[in-house]
């Protein structure tokens, strides 16, 4: 009996995740824009912004919020989509970057891109060996099994030097930025170089949760018993979000590395980082494509904007050092507030005050 209510469960999350529009947050991900919407906006992020945009902006906004959307993206992949728990973003971040340019280093003839999609799948290999207790631990089990691969990779990089040419600081410096002859190590370029991986791996990834291994990740999220007696190779769907996942955060951290840092090292990798990726996941929306935007574009330009109202208020009256801390006390204090009143995060958010605007009309 309880055998036919799972596969009934399963049956009818399977049906109801066959719609067009998925996901957590109304099941819209990026489906809930038009068309028309999105074209203006890669029109305007690819035609408009590398010729008004100032170098502050490139350098300091617009390629951290890009490499933090994707990194966001591939950790909601895994718990957003799948219902996987990690805390171990920041490792696999990590390994893309040097796995990247060790590839670079050693065979430099390959292109920057293959360098860099070797990179990633070096990463996702990691996070299929790290995904393995998934398949017999879940929940708090499961984010102790990430966190130790958040310890070891970063002690792994740091204790073997061969993994940054032997420098004795660990430090990796970024290869040039050039794709088929073109030079990308200006700000603008660097800009330009992120966003065309970034769109590239969103629309991926868009078609991939709306696809049929998509369904799975979900079934799996929300009923894994009855997930695996529909048919489901649950294991495998398991093992694969983390692959895809691991791969998703590997091209994020040699983004970090190459196209904004210029150079990192192993601590630049820390857990510390890892937690950032899972507020801008939360804050933005589980199980949102979308929402990883909104909530990198929180976690970048709010606190620029706290800043430079506390430095313009209180400036006078606080010494910079207290003002800093003023500002993470806010912006924590903000999260808070926020996650309590709207769990499910911006994309949510914003899907409703859209609801609201369209109703408006209506309703006067």
Known sequence: MSRTLSVASSAGALARYSTPEIGRQGRAGTGGSSRLALAVLLVTAFGVVPFIGNDYWFSAILVPLLVFSLAALGLNILTGYTGQLSVGSAAFMAIGAFATYNVALRLPQLPLLLSIALGGLVSAGAGVLFGLPSLRIKGFYLIVSTLAAQFFVQWLFVKVSWFSDDSASGVISAPKLNVAGISFDSPAGRYLFCLAIVVALTLFAHNLIRSETGRQWMAVRDMDAAAEAMGIAVLRAKLLAFGVSSFYLGVAGALWAFAYLGTVEPHGFDLGRSFQILFIAIIGGLGSIAGNFYGAAFIVLFPVLLSQT???????????????????????????????????GLARLLQSLRERCRAWPLRA
């Open 310 to 344: 506390a430095s313009r208020l209180l400036g006078g009256l606080i010494d910079e050092g207290n003002i800093e801390n003023l500002q993470k006390i806010i912006f924590g204090s903000l999260i808070i507030v926020f996650l309590i009143k709207e769990p499910d």
